[in-house]
């Protein structure tokens, strides 16, 4: 399979992001946490010792600093960030530099104590970002948001992979994976389009969802967003959202995260560091809301069986459990729609307890002729390269169909770009030739000598499941 142009996100995501702003333009009252912004240190739900050690470890960075970088950097409004540096001066922690005629025209100093607090301060903890949100709006904001909330059709399928080669009945079984929002195994072949395929399931998920920067459980603080991870809705409609909301949290895209073969156990847990002194999400953590990918199920470090015993709970209960350094522990929903990548067939990676934890299995296997023959053609497109029919009947006779390769995702593209670079080094003309695909096959298979040429009567014989159906 093979994408020709970079797809969007999905078709619905505008009116889900203008429903954000209608909501955030309604009665403050009824709307949920992340849509209003705090009036007030009560309003933020934070103890006033975490606002104040927030205020004085962003002034210990600059020593004199002004109440809109306080803002900018706390992501909180003037008049909270004015409250807690009230108190700062009162406890002489900090006081006023400067005061204009506007009532941001303000700076502030840190005094000879404060100068202290705040470098004790940072060497407990060295966070100075965003202020957290509460554990509970948390969890309310991933209630709300919930991937069991979404729904795809066969249309909304269409429209997103519309410049993807792969047989209708893979993309129809994906769309029914998602609206049970069960886990989904896909198995099949290396080269097949796996990854590729998973990668590309964030472009079916509707709308937006309110992510925040950090969250605060009994003192600690835990970053949830990730830039490598959480895309922000980049649009006018999502520029009103935004200033719409509470600044602690970032209208986003539904997350897709994937972990490969580097993942382990300890990977799975709170990471606490301590020469910085707060703690890291988890990859499915930061993937609420979305999609967790574990593409390679079966090359990790860990053993298998381990593995998949860490989501069984998850899996069942819809939570996951956490332990801070200290002792406490506190649960987390496990609103993702879990998405499990392998070469394996799913009898040797488990026993039928686990597999019947699985929403679906989905084999992807090798593409039909007329597939193939058209990823084919618009890869040598893409690449600058002109491709005759007979070149492509030399590729399927004399290279796969006798050497009983099957007809992988992967396989174009590597060697169209073995073509390329030969082209481009001897300065030959762009157009695949029979000799260039006998060069970057044998290139690519490591492979001495010229292929075998087919059986006469053409009757080629492929190992059961190599080649799909024209």
Wanted: proline fraction near 7%; charged fraction near 20%.
């Amino acid at each position: 399979m093979l994408e020709h142009h970079e797809a969007g996100q999905a078709t619905r995501l505008p009116e889900a992001v203008a429903s954000m702003v209608r909501h955030a333009q309604a009665d403050h009252d009824a709307l949920p946490a992340w849509h209003v912004p705090p009036r007030s240190i009560a309003d933020t739900g934070l103890e006033i010792s975490l606002l104040l050690g927030l205020l004085l470890k962003a002034a210990y960075l600059h020593r004199s600093v002004s109440l809109t970088i306080l803002t900018d950097t706390l992501k909180l409004p003037a008049s909270v960030v004015n409250e807690i540096a009230a108190v700062a001066v009162r406890e002489r922690l900090l006081e006023v530099a400067h005061r204009g005629a506007s009532d941001i025209d303000v700076r502030f100093r840190l005094t000879d104590a404060g100068y202290a607090r705040a470098a004790e301060t940072s060497a407990r903890c060295s966070y100075a970002g965003a202020a957290p949100v509460t554990l509970q709006a948390y969890l309310d904001a991933i209630q709300h948001h919930s991937i069991h909330h979404t729904s795809v059709t066969k249309a909304d399928v269409t429209a997103a992979f519309h410049n993807l080669v792969a047989p209708v009945h893979l993309l129809d079984s994906i769309g029914m994976a998602l609206n049970t929002a069960r886990a989904l195994m896909i198995y099949g072949p290396p080269g097949s389009g796996k990854t590729y395929l998973a990668q590309r399931l964030g472009a079916l998920l509707p709308g937006a969802v309110p992510v925040p920067h950090a969250i605060t459980v009994a003192g600690e603080i835990i970053q949830i967003m990730d830039p490598l991870v959480h895309t922000p809705i980049d649009d006018s409609e999502a520029s009103s959202a935004r200033r719409s909301i509470d600044r602690r949290w970032v209208v986003c895209h539904r997350p897709v995260v994937l972990t490969g073969g580097e993942l382990t156990l300890s990977m799975l847990d709170l990471r606490y560091d301590s020469n910085s002194g707060f703690y890291q999400a988890p990859p499915h953590m930061k993937a609420n809301n979305g999609i967790y990918i574990v593409d390679d199920l079966g090359r990790q470090m860990v053993g298998v069986e381990q593995l998949l015993n860490r989501w069984i709970v998850p899996l069942d209960r819809g939570i996951d459990m956490f332990t801070l350094h200290s002792g406490v522990r506190f649960s987390v929903p496990f609103d993702v729609w879990p998405v499990f990548s392998t070469n394996l067939s799913p009898t040797d990676l488990s026993d039928d307890a686990f597999l019947r934890r699985l929403g679906s299995k989905l084999y992807v296997g090798p593409l039909p002729i007329d597939d193939y023959r058209e990823v084919c053609l618009r890869t040598a497109t893409e690449l600058g390269l002109t491709w005759p029919e007979s070149a492509f009947d030399f590729l399927l006779e004399s290279l796969h169909f006798s050497s009983d390769t099957p007809l992988l995702a992967c396989i174009p593209r590597d060697l169209l770009r073995l073509v390329a670079s030969h082209v481009r080094y001897h300065g030959h003309a762009p157009q695949v030739t029979e000799e260039s695909l006998c060069r970057a096959w044998q290139g690519y298979y490591g492979l001495q000598g010229k292929p075998e040429a087919p059986p006469p009567d053409n009757e080629h014989r492929w190992p059961a499941g190599h080649r799909a159906a024209g």
